[in-house]
């Protein structure tokens, strides 16, 4: 798989930080199915912390939040959506589930469910 548009852009700088692939398949999904989403609510880049998570933040409403995250105490990776006071989470990959767990649905597939149930809570939230 080719990297996303960001790890591209960031591997042009002096020291990049590393996307977790997690938040790598968050990133690509909504380049690549919403771009215009991305273009409309959160034009700037994100912010990426030290352990490859991203945050997005709206220029034109502050409060609302698009982030990627773990929750050690749980083992859990997030994509998480703050709007106002509403926080809405989406588990994305349980880290307490063996892999060989009975669920047919890929982590691909998880994330990209997720991602597109955010951009349409948000398209009706904010448009």
């Known amino acids: 798989m080719l990297p ?11 020291a990049p930080p590393t996307l977790h692939p997690l938040t790598d398949f968050v990133w690509v999904r909504l380049n690549s199915a919403h771009s215009t989403f991305l273009q409309t609510h959160f034009p700037t ?9 991203i945050s997005l933040t709206s220029p034109s409403t502050p409060d609302l939040v698009i982030a990627t995250g773990y ?25 307490t589930i063996p892999p060989w767990h009975t669920s047919k649905v890929s982590v691909e597939e998880r994330v990209h ?3 597109d149930e955010l951009v349409k809570i948000v398209e009706k939230q904010h448009n």
């Open 4 to 14: 996303s548009l960001l790890t591209r852009r960031l591997l042009t700088t002096s």
């Open 113 to 115: 469910n997720a991602v």
């Open 71 to 95: 929750k050690s105490d749980l083992k859990h990776h997030v994509l998480t959506l703050r709007s106002g006071d509403d926080v809405g989470e989406y588990v994305i990959q349980d880290n």
């Open 45 to 53: 880049p994100p912010s990426i912390t030290s352990i490859g998570t």
